[in-house]
């Protein structure tokens, strides 16, 4: 019997991906170019608009029907569905995008040194960008920021707390308080804090004023959030918490808080973002002074959301450019806040 050699098979791989055909897909995009140009200039559709939708049909129906003829229908169909996506992806971030974009570009002119040691208290919105500063607003604003933290952030978490470990018997009440507290404009928080404390109680307007008011936007916010983050967290872990003996708020405050700690962290950021460019709570409790104040509870107080309203309601040309700075430095203080909280929550809790 004569011996036979078997060779080895060599393993497929179905799942490696193919090679991207570049040459039919650079032909393609060209070929859709051209023909987007020349059906625009030809029919009285004009304009960006037009250019961009009618690149979006003839790409997504070349690259469908290239799919079809060599694929099949299957590939047609995944082709159309991700040429939709992506085009609405690109609908989402663009805005976002051009904002960011205009922003910096219009607010870099106005960075100057002093911007940020000094005041507009010798100064005015229609001097020269070079003189003065947003010292005073920018101040002010960490102080609204951080008091509405320590205000909001507790009360947001522990009213989470109680919806989704305690579910007492008010917590369909207070879930329908938190869910109609989220539609009230800003306006109306600013105008009750107004009634409520600057008119009837000792408290006048200032930087605490401010707060309290920017603290009942920020609180449902936070509550939400958390409360959406808490309910991912596994019921296991607390039956076993609750196995080993530990009793229920030992179970949330060791177990369930713990493993939520990055999601309640992005809730406080949220809540941040809600409240930091908030202009019309302001205009009610701070005064809007252009001196600097350090003091929180006494006393008006700036801020950048009104430092820019007071630059665009002047109307010149230096007093617009002091605001496009001053949102910029605001977008630049939400980042380091929320780069800065992300770093803090993402570092592992020591044992």
């Not at 140009?37 to 559709?45: D, L, Q, R, S």
């Not at 005073?136 to 920021?145: P, R």
């Not at 989470?160 to 404009?185: C, D, H, N, W």
Request: no cysteine; proline share 5%.
């Amino acid at each position: 019997m004569a011996n036979t050699v078997i060779s080895p098979v060599q393993p497929q791989k179905p799942w490696k991906a193919t090679k991207l055909e570049l040459l039919p897909t650079v032909l393609i995009l060209l070929g859709t170019v051209v023909a987007t140009y020349v059906f625009v200039a030809v029919t009285p559709m004009k304009g960006k608009l037009a250019y961009a939708f009618i690149f979006f049909v003839f790409g997504t129906s070349a690259i469908s029907i290239r799919n079809w003829v060599k694929l099949g229908r299957a590939a047609a169909k995944d082709a159309l569905a991700s040429s939709i996506a992506f085009t609405g992806a690109a609908i989402v971030f663009l805005p976002v995008i051009s904002i960011l974009w205009t922003t910096i570009y219009k607010g870099i002119p106005g960075l100057h040194w002093t911007l940020f040691t000094q005041s507009m208290f010798t100064a005015s919105y229609s001097d020269p960008v070079s003189k003065g500063g947003l010292l005073h607003a920018l101040v002010g604003t960490l102080y609204l920021i951080f008091i509405s933290i320590i205000v909001s952030v507790p009360m947001g978490i522990l009213t989470a707390l109680y919806l989704t470990e305690i579910k007492g018997r008010g917590s369909k009440f207070i879930q329908f308080v938190v869910q109609a507290m989220s539609g009230v404009p800003s306006v109306v928080a600013g105008l009750f804090i107004f009634a409520a404390l600057i008119v009837s109680t000792p408290i006048k307007a200032s930087a605490i004023a401010g707060a309290f008011a920017l603290s009942i936007l920020m609180i449902p916010t936070v509550t939400r959030t958390a409360q959406e983050v808490l309910l991912l967290v596994p019921n296991d872990l607390r039956e076993a918490g609750q196995a080993l003996g530990a009793t229920q708020w030992r179970t949330v405050a060791t177990i369930v808080v713990p493993a939520a700690r990055n999601g309640l962290i992005t809730a406080t950021i949220l809540g941040v973002a809600r409240i930091a460019g908030e202009t019309a709570p302001l205009l009610f409790t701070i005064g809007g002074s252009d001196n600097l104040n350090w003091n929180p509870f006494k006393d008006y107080q700036g801020a950048l959301p009104f430092y820019v309203w007071k630059g665009l309601l002047l109307g010149t040309p230096e007093s617009i450019q002091r605001a496009w700075t001053g949102i910029l430095v605001l977008l630049t203080l939400v980042l380091i806040l929320f780069v800065l909280a992300r770093t803090l929550g993402g570092r592992r809790m020591k044992k």
